[in-house]
Every structure is written in structure tokens, then in C-alpha cells.
């Protein structure tokens, strides 16, 4: 496999294209961004931490019959991915309350949300990634029924292999975002999942431990993120 031209640079990820047409390289950068890309800041080590850490999950969700796009990790900060066509709408699982929920309806932060909800967000900075309903996804042509309907139990069984995974090293996965794409007709994860796309909290003090601490001026950021991926079993050296 041969990486070629840049095709895409991100506010965290660049994307490269290969000599296979089916298959993309992702470089995962150092740059961390929030609030639509009005805060940007390079984080030490990040870039690395997010590739690792993203391809431990993705393995796991494959391992439980998810079709993903990661198909190997090709150093610290890459992996080669299957070339997906990709929805623009981002898919929102949330089992707490949390984040633009809580401003939203005004409910309280961590507020157990029984069953848990799913949101769909058109992925568009310019318009700060608006809330949009299943009936937009459709009339606008962004997806099918058919595939908004594996997004979302996709999406579903997502949470509930990886509430099992962050338990087991002692954390409530609150919420979470997935991008999903198309490959060769077939619905499949694509982007990553890192603790920059999820909310995470440790079980006995609530301490977050994911980009809130960002967004929040919090401090100790890829350390957060490490200690989550140690408590999990991922490998970063
Ligand atoms: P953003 O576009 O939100 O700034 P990133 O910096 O994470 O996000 O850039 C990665 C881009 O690559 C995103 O636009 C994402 O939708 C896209 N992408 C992720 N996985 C794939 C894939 N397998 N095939 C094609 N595009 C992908
Ligand atoms: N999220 C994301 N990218 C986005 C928007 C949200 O990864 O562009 C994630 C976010 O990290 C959280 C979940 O999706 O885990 C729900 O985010 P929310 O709607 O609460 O928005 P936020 O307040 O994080 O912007």
C-alpha cells in the first residue's frame, strides 16, 4: 500500500488517499478543537494517543460483528481505512445527560437517561452542526430509511458493547457521536472513536475524563485520555 495525495485536512484528521481507490490513509494530528473550531490547540502526544486508542475500539466493535472502516494501524499516528462515501450527519447516543442536552432542555448534568436517547446533528461548521430530525435526513436526501435505520441500530449496539467495555475499567460512557459511510452499498463506522468524540466519566467521583476537560479549560487533556485507554487495555507504547 502506497500513500498518495492529501484529499482532506480536518480540524484533528488529514486523509490520504492510496493506490487502492477502495482504501484511505488517516493522520491523526495533534490539533484539538471545540466549540466548531473557535478554540484550536495542539496537545502533546494527542495525535498518537487517538489513533491507538481509536483502533482498540474499533477492533473491539468489530469483534462484535460492526462492520468498520479501520483496517490496521500503520504507525503511531495513522491507519489505513476502507474509502468510505460519508453520511453528513453525525448519529448521538446519550445515556447521561450532558453537554448541548443539558443547555438544551435544561435538565440536569447526569441525569440517567432511561432508555437512551439518540440525536442526529447535520455535520456542517459554517452553521455550528444543527440538530436535525429523521424527516430532514430523508427529505433531504442525506440518507435512506433503510440507512438511517441501520445508522441507528448500529448506533445502539455501539453503546451497548462499549458501556460494557468503559465499565469494566470503572467509567460511564455519557455520550458519544458516530459518522457512518458507505462502502460498496453496505452502512459501515467510519471517523474514530476517541475520547474526543464521547463524554466519559469515572464511576466513583464523575472526574471527566475526556475533552470536556477541553472544552472546559480543565487541564491534564491527553492525560485523561491516557489513563482511560490504560484502564481499558490499550497499548500506547
Ligand atoms: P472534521 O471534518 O470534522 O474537521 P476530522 O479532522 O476528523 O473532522 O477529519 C476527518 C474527515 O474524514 C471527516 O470529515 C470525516 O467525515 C472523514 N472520514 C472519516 N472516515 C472516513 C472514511 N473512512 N472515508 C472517507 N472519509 C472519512
Ligand atoms: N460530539 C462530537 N463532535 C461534534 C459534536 C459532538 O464528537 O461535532 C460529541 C461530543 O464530544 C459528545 C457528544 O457528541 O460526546 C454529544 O455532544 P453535544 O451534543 O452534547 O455537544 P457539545 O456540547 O459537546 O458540543
Known amino acids: 500500500m502506497e500513500k498518495r495525495d492529501l484529499l482532506y485536512t480536518g480540524k484533528a484528521k488529514s486523509v490520504y488517499a492510496t493506490d487502492d481507490a477502495d482504501r484511505l490513509v488517516i493522520l491523526f494530528r495533534n490539533d484539538t478543537s471545540a466549540f466548531d473550531g473557535k478554540k484550536v490547540e495542539q496537545l502533546e502526544r494527542k495525535g498518537m494517543v487517538n489513533n491507538k486508542f481509536n483502533a482498540f ?60 436517547t439518540f440525536e442526529l446533528f447535520l455535520k456542517n461548521d459554517a452553521l455550528g452542526d444543527p440538530m436535525v430530525n429523521e424527516y430532514h435526513v430523508r427529505s433531504f436526501g442525506w440518507a435512506t430509511d433503510d440507512q438511517l435505520a441501520r445508522m441507528k441500530e448500529l448506533s445502539f449496539q455501539v453503546n451497548e458493547v462499549l458501556k460494557g467495555v468503559f465499565d469494566a475499567g470503572n467509567m460511564l460512557l455519557v455520550d458519544f457521536k458516530l459518522e457512518f459511510g458507505l462502502f460498496h452499498g453496505e452502512i459501515v463506522l467510519g471517523d474514530e472513536f476517541s475520547p474526543d468524540g464521547c463524554r466519559l466519566w ?36
Open 57 to 116: 475500539i474499533m477492533d473491539k466493535l468489530a469483534a462484535a460483528g460492526i462492520p468498520v472502516h479501520q483496517e490496521k494501524l500503520l504507525s503511531d499516528t495513522e491507519s489505513l481505512v476502507k474509502r468510505l462515501t460519508m453520511i453528513p450527519v453525525e448519529c448521538v447516543v446519550r445515556n447521561f445527560a450532558a453537554g448541548s442536552l443539558v443547555k438544551r432542555l435544561g435538565v440536569e448534568e447526569g441525569k440517567e437517561l432511561n432508555p437512551p
Open 202 to 237: 469515572d464511576k466513583d467521583t464523575r472526574k471527566k475524563l475526556d475533552k470536556d476537560r477541553f472544552r472546559q479549560g480543565l487541564g491534564g487533556v491527553v492525560e485523561a485520555y491516557e489513563e482511560v485507554g490504560h484502564r481499558i487495555g490499550v497499548k500506547f507504547d
